[in-house]
């Protein structure tokens, strides 16, 4: 009987403990969509500036 509750208590010391330690971070999975992402938005950007500036110049040659 008593190897039974030395046997219990310390496995639930070890479970105990084994929840204890931090946890990894998490995996970038979608790393490589962000990054494509994230690049997308940057032309868009300039596509948006090169727009602005080809309709000040046309507004300016009608002028």
Same mark, same amino acid.
């Given at each position: 009987?008593?190897? /039974?509750?030395?046997?219990?208590? @310390?496995?639930?010391?070890?479970?105990? /403990?084994?929840?204890?330690? +931090?946890?990894? +971070? +998490? +995996?970038? *999975?979608?790393? @490589?969509? *962000?990054?494509? /992402?994230?690049?997308?938005?940057?032309?868009?950007?300039? /596509?948006?500036?090169?727009?602005?500036?080809?309709?000040?110049?046309?507004?300016?040659?009608?002028?």
């Amino acid at each position: 009987m008593n190897r /039974l509750i030395i046997v219990s208590l @310390t496995l639930g010391m070890v479970l105990a /403990l084994a929840g204890c330690k +931090p946890a990894a +971070p +998490p +995996p970038q *999975i979608f790393k @490589t969509q *962000i990054d494509a /992402l994230e690049k997308a938005k940057g032309v868009e950007q300039q /596509l948006q500036q090169a727009r602005d500036k080809a309709r000040e110049a046309e507004e300016e040659q009608q002028k």
